[in-house]
């Protein structure tokens, strides 16, 4: 009879941890590095900051799979995972023995669909650093008390409403000029680029916002562009840039004074 503990297979069964440690050699041979396209469910962060969660298909299957990331793969990303976002995983396929779960130990993680266009952003992003655009002791401080603040964005877009609300319930006092630009799409950058150098021309306002609401790394692009950044740069008075949510970051943010993780969040960040 079998104790559970080691059963050899010759007997006619398998012991438990056995039977889960084969399967997690054979699984661990068989599928030492694979990549696997999904969407996030459950996602949590533990103290430790290893992070959890499930990836299951996005057209809808019961699929499950269990997945893992440990604290140095997890302090590697570049945005914040969220459920429901559609991601690729790159990791090791193996078996959690205490449960006999079949679980990713997560090693790199980017969104689904922006593969090449996310390495074009690292690309770029690494070309700009080294020319110290985005270096921390070139970035201006904010007037305290600004008289005029411009905002760069679409005429048509939510954010705008969004920042004039916010200016006038926080700061009434302050003229508002709107310097209209494109904000998505093949001209934005040039669009962007003339909006800023058209503030910093008139030299009418103290301070420039540039803003627009979220969107996936395509509908951002136009933020990652060399000729915005070089427009932010080369500003005659500190820039603002809250583009997206909290979790998008653009180089745009990077270039710019202070970036908001919002359009109209309280608290900005060098």
């Given at each position: ?40 469910s459950g ?128 700061a009434p ?98």
């Amino acid at each position: 009879m079998a104790d559970g503990h080691g059963a050899s297979p010759s007997c006619g069964a398998w012991g438990v941890a056995a039977l889960v440690r084969e399967v997690g050699d054979l699984l661990a041979g068989r599928f030492s590095v694979c990549t696997v396209r999904g969407e996030i469910s459950g996602f949590s962060r533990a103290a430790s900051g290893h992070c959890y969660f499930n990836l299951k298909d996005a057209d809808g299957g019961s699929a499950l799979l269990r997945c893992a990331m440990f604290r140095r793969a997890a302090s590697l990303l570049a945005f914040t995972p969220q459920d429901g976002q559609l991601v690729e995983i790159r990791g090791r396929l193996g078996v959690y023995e205490p449960r006999g779960e079949l679980q990713v130990i997560v090693e790199a993680m980017q969104g689904a669909g922006a593969g090449a266009l996310y390495e074009q952003f690292l690309r770029i992003r690494a070309r700009l650093e080294a020319l110290g655009l985005f270096d921390a002791a070139r970035k201006r401080a904010l007037p305290a008390y600004p008289r005029a603040v411009g905002v760069v964005t679409s005429l048509g877009a939510a954010a705008l409403q969004d920042v004039l609300t916010a200016l006038a319930r926080r700061a009434p006092q302050v003229r508002i000029v709107v310097y209209p630009s494109l904000v998505q799409g093949a001209a934005a950058p040039a669009a962007l680029a003339e909006a800023i150098g058209l503030a910093s021309r008139r030299a009418e306002v103290d301070a420039l916002i540039v803003c627009r609401g979220g969107g996936s790394l395509e509908d951002l692009w136009a933020f990652n562009d060399e000729l915005v950044v070089r427009a932010i740069v080369a500003a005659g008075v500190p820039v603002v840039c809250g583009v997206g949510h909290e979790t998008d970051i653009t180089l745009a943010d990077l270039a710019a004074d202070l970036r908001a993780p919002t359009p109209t969040a309280p608290r900005a960040r060098r």
